[in-house]
């Protein structure tokens, strides 16, 4: 069994900054793409950021120059700086991985969610 566990979600002022964090844990044999993805409400989920295990990179346009992807492979980590939030960032944030488990082929993951609010 995978899980995945994020933190750092909160209340933020627009021109804040935070940082979200996703540790992986579980018999993880290998991950591949992890990534960060938000839902606001009444919309659909959409992909934020992700990252290879190659290290590629790939954000969407909303948030291209403000916010940053990074992992950490001895730690089965993924985090997302968010910098210069707008109130537009505000949504619930879920941590995503592929993960090849000890019994399980390549299947996705993801975090129960956190939340992100940035007030005008």
């Known amino acids: 069994q995978v899980q995945l566990v994020e933190s750092g979600g909160g209340l933020v002022q627009a021109g804040g900054s935070l940082r979200l964090s996703c540790a992986a844990s579980?018999?993880?044999?290998?991950?591949?793409?992890m990534g960060w993805y938000r839902q606001a409400p009444g919309k659909q989920r959409e992909l934020v950021a992700t990252?290879?295990?190659?290290?590629?990179?790939n954000y969407s346009d909303s948030v291209k120059g403000r916010f940053t992807i990074s992992r950490d492979d001895a730690k089965n980590t993924v985090d997302l700086q968010m910098n210069s939030l707008k109130p537009e960032d505000t949504a619930v944030y879920y941590c995503?991985?592929?993960?090849?488990?000890?019994?399980?082929?390549?299947?996705?993951?993801w975090g129960q969610g956190t939340q992100v609010t940035v007030s005008s």
């Open positions: 995503n991985a592929n993960v090849i488990a000890a019994t399980t082929p390549l299947l996705p993951y």
């Open positions: 579980g018999s993880i044999f290998s991950i591949n793409a």
């Open positions: 990252i290879t295990s190659g290290g590629s990179l």
